[in-house]
C-alpha cells in the first residue's frame, strides 16, 4: 500500500468547507484502492496576506515539489491595488509562476440533472480546455507600461511554452476518458492567427507537435468562432489548448454551459509539481453556513488522483458525483446543494463506499 | 425629401444576394419616411484584390467621407499568408484604420421564432456590444516580432481611444430602443483590469467618462465573467464597451445565442465616415444559390440609417423583420431562411409597406 502525500491550502471564505469535503471524498477513495492519504497543511490566502505581505507561506513552493499534489481552496486576499490599478495580491501567479505549472487543464462536462441555460443534454458536453499557464498576455502583469496617456501591455509566446502545453493537450487526448459526440479524440487549436504573429507562431508550433501524434485528430478553431462553437455545437469538441488569455475567458464560458463555475475543477500541472482547485471564487457572503457546492472542489481531487498515478480512483470519485447527480441525491438550486455542503460530501462517499 | 448617399460595397460569395435584398428593403423604408435613396458602387474585396493587390480601390476612403454611410456585403480574399503567418488581405483592417471608425456596434437581439442553443425567449436578449475598432490588441497587426523562438505581439491603448469608444457607448444607452431586462440603461465595463495595466488604465478612463452620464447606470464585469454571464444571465446587459480583441470574441459568443452570425448585423462609426457590414464571412458554398439569409446586412442597413439622421425609418426596418419573424413569414432551418433569400427580403418589404 502506498501513502499519497497531499499538501492542502484551505484557502477563504468557502474554501474551508470545500476542501474538507474533498478530503472525505479522496480519503475515501484512496482506501477503495487499498492506499493511504497523508495530509500535510500549507498556508496561504487571506491571513497569510495579512500577516506577511504575502500570500503564500514560506517553503511551500519548495514542499509542493516533494507533494503528490497539491489541494488548494478558492482563496479570497483583501482587494488591495497597486498604483497601475491591478491587483496586489493574486495568489495564482505566485503558484502558477513559482512552481511553472504549465498546464492549466479545466474539464467541462455537463452532468445529469444540472439546470443550464442551454438545451445541452449530459453527454452533449465533455471536453477539457487546457490553457496555458505561464506566458501569453498574463505574463505582461506587473510588466506593461503606462502614463496617464496610454498603456502597453505584451502578449509573449516561447517555443517552449507553447510546445511543452500542446504536447500536455495532445497526451490527455490519447488517454481522457471522456469523448466528444463523434467519440473521435480531438484536440483543437484555437488562436487568431489570421491576425497576430504570435498567434501564428502558436499554430505553427501545434502544427510540429500534431505531426508526432497521427493517432489524435487535430483542427482549429480562431478565438470568435470558437466562442462561437462552444455555445453552439460544444459536443464537437474533445481536448481545446490556447494562449492564458483566452483560456480564462473561454474557460468561463464552458463553465456557464455546464452549470457555473461550481461544476469547475482544474489542474495546474508542471513538470515538477502540480496543484488542484475550483475555477471560481471563496464567496465570503456563503462561508461557514453549509450552503456551498463542494463538487469543483471535489473533482479537483479527483484530477489529483489522475495525476498521483492513481485514475482509477480519480474515476471512482467522478463515477460517485455523476451517480449522485443521476440519481437524484445532489440537487442544485440557483447553484447550491439542497440539502447542503455536507449532505452532498455524504452522497458522494456513500457512492464510493458502494461502487 | 432628402436624397441618402450611400456608396455600397457589395462583397464576394453570397454579399450581392444580400446587399441585393438591403437594398430593396432601404429603398422601400427611405421611401416610407418621404426620401430618396442614391446608390454609389464601390470596388472592394476578392476580385478588387486580385486586379490590383489591394482589397479596396482606390479613392473609396476618400469618397467614404462624403456618403450618409457605406453598406458592405461580406468579403472573402484568397487566402494568402504572409512570412509570418498571418493573413495579407483584411479588408476590415484597411477600412476600419483608413477610416478611422473607432466604435464597431454590434446589437444581439433574440427574435421571435429563432431557434437557438439556449432556453431564452425574445425579449430576454437584446444588448450592444461596443467593440473598439482602432486600437488594443488588434494594432498589434504586422507590428508584433517574432522568430523562431518566442513572438510578441502589444497590446495599446490611449487615453484618445478610449474616452471616444466609451463616450460612443454611454451616448447609445441613451438613446437606443432596445433595454435589458429590468429597463434600466447601463453601460457595462469589459476588461482584466484585475491582471493587465492596460486594462485597469480603460477601467479609469471608463469611470471618469462614466461621471459625465449621471443618467445611465454604469458596472464592470472583468472579461472572463462577462463571457460567463453572458451564456448565464444576457437579460441584464444592455451596452457592454471593450477592447477590440474581446469584443471580436464576446461578439461571436453572443451571436450564438441569438441564432447565429447570420443575425448579426454590424456599425463601425467613426467622426467622419461610417461603414455597415453583417460580422460574418461571405460562405462561398452558399453563393449565387438563394439560400442565404439576408437579415444581419438588412439590420446593418437599418443602423445605416440610424446613423444617417433617419432612425425612424431604421426603427421600421426593424420592426419589419421583427414581425416577419413573428408571424412565422420568416423560418430558418439550421440558419438558413425556409424560402430563400429574396423570400425574406418580400417578405420584410411587404410589412415596410403595410406599416
Ligand atoms: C483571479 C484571476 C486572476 C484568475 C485568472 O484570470 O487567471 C481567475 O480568473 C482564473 O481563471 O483562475
Ligand atoms: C476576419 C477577422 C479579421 C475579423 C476580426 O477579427 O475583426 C472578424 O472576425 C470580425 O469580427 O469582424
Given at each position: 500500500a502506498r501513502t499519497l502525500t497531499i499538501g492542502v491550502i484551505e484557502g477563504d471564505g468557502i474554501g474551508p468547507e470545500l476542501v474538507a469535503s474533498a478530503v472525505e471524498v479522496l480519503d475515501a477513495a484512496v482506501a477503495g484502492v487499498g492506499h493511504r492519504l497523508e495530509l500535510v497543511r500549507e498556508d496561504g490566502g487571506a491571513d497569510t496576506y495579512r500577516r506577511t505581505g504575502e500570500a503564500l507561506a514560506p517553503g511551500v513552493l519548495d514542499r509542493a515539489r516533494g507533494y503528490d499534489g497539491l489541494l488548494k481552496g478558492p482563496v479570497g486576499l483583501p482587494d488591495v491595488r497597486r498604483p497601475d490599478g491591478t491587483?496586489?495580491?493574486?495568489l495564482g501567479g505566485l503558484l502558477r509562476g513559482g512552481l511553472d505549472t504549465y498546464a492549466n487543464v479545466r474539464p467541462m462536462r455537463l452532468l445529469p440533472g444540472v439546470a443550464t441555460p442551454t438545451r445541452y443534454a449530459p453527454g452533449d458536453i465533455d471536453y477539457v480546455i487546457v490553457r496555458e499557464n505561464t506566458e501569453g498576455l498574463y505574463l505582461s502583469r506587473g510588466v506593461g507600461v503606462r502614463n496617464d496617456r496610454a498603456a502597453v501591455d505584451q502578449l509573449m509566446m516561447t517555443r517552449h511554452g507553447v510546445e511543452r502545453v500542446v504536447r500536455h493537450a495532445f497526451d490527455l487526448a490519447r488517454t481522457r476518458r471522456g469523448a466528444p459526440v463523434d467519440g473521435v479524440s480531438r484536440v483543437t487549436c484555437v488562436d487568431k492567427s489570421n491576425v497576430l504573429r504570435s498567434f501564428a507562431f502558436f499554430r505553427e508550433i501545434f502544427e510540429e507537435v500534431a505531426a508526432d501524434y497521427p493517432d489524435v485528430e487535430h483542427d482549429f478553431r480562431y478565438a470568435d468562432a470558437a466562442a462561437h462553437d462552444l455555445v453552439a455545437?460544444?459536443?464537437?469538441?474533445?481536448v481545446l489548448v490556447m494562449e492564458n488569455f483566452l483560456g480564462d475567458i473561454l474557460s468561463d464560458l464552458g463553465a456557464a454551459t455546464v452549470g457555473?463555475?461550481?461544476?469547475c475543477p482544474s489542474a495546474n500541472v508542471g513538470a515538477d509539481a502540480a496543484y488542484f482547485e475550483p475555477i471560481h471564487g471563496s464567496a465570503p457572503s456563503l462561508a461557514g453556513r453549509d450552503l456551498a457546492n463542494p463538487v469543483s472542489q471535489v473533482l479537483a481531487g479527483a484530477l489529483l488522483l489522475d495525476h498521483a498515478g492513481l485514475p482509477a480512483a480519480g474515476d471512482a470519485v467522478r463515477a460517485a458525483v455523476h451517480g449522485a447527480f443521476a440519481d437524484g441525491a445532489v440537487r442544485l438550486a440557483d447553484g447550491r446543494p439542497e440539502g447542503g455542503t455536507r449532505a452532498v460530501t455524504a452522497a458522494v462517499v456513500e457512492r464510493l463506499a458502494a461502487g
Open positions: 491587483e496586489a495580491g493574486l455545437s460544444p459536443g464537437h469538441f474533445d457555473g463555475l461550481g461544476m
